[in-house]
Nanobody, 124 residues
Framework: QVVESGGGLVQPGGSLRLTCTAS????????IAWFRQAPGKEREAVAASNSNDRSTYYTNSVQGRFTISRDDVENVGYLQMNSLKPEDTAAYYC???????????????????WGQGTQVTVSA
C-alpha cells in the first residue's frame, strides 16, 4: 500500500513537500505518479516518475514549480511544491504501478495502487 502525507494549509507563494510512503513492496521497481482532485473537478495528473530510466513528466500548470523525486533507500516518493497558487488547492493522491509506464503517464488507468489522499489548501 501507499500512504500520502505532508498536506496542509499554506499561503500563496509558499511551499509544501508531499511524501508517498510505500509498504509491502520496493518502490525502486515501480513508477510513481501524483494526481489531484479539486471539489467538482475531475482527477488530474500532476507529475510522474518512470521506474526504468527515472524520466519525469509534469502537467503544464505545475512545470517549473513542482518536482517529483524518490528515495529508494527510504522507500518513499516525494512531490516538492513551490510557488503554490490557490488553484493548486486539491486532494493529492499518490499512485504506483510495477515497472515502467506503458501508455500515457497521465492516465489514471496506468496505475494499480492508490493512496487515500492528502489535502492541500492554498489560501491567504
Amino acid at each position: 500500500q501507499v500512504v500520502e502525507s505532508g498536506g496542509g494549509l499554506v499561503q500563496p507563494g509558499g511551499s509544501l513537500r508531499l511524501t508517498c510512503t510505500a509498504s509491502g513492496f520496493t518502490l525502486d521497481f515501480y513508477s510513481i505518479a501524483w494526481f489531484r482532485q479539486a471539489p467538482g473537478k475531475e482527477r488530474e495528473a500532476v507529475a510522474a516518475s518512470n521506474s526504468n530510466d527515472r524520466s519525469t513528466y509534469y502537467t503544464n500548470s505545475v512545470q517549473g514549480r513542482f518536482t517529483i523525486s524518490r528515495d529508494d533507500v527510504e522507500n518513499v516518493g516525494y512531490l516538492q511544491m513551490n510557488s503554490l497558487k490557490p488553484e493548486d488547492t486539491a486532494a493529492y493522491y499518490c499512485a504506483t504501478t510495477p515497472g515502467r509506464i506503458i501508455g500515457t503517464w497521465s492516465d489514471p488507468g496506468e496505475y494499480d495502487y492508490w493512496g487515500q489522499g492528502t489535502q492541500v489548501t492554498v489560501s491567504a
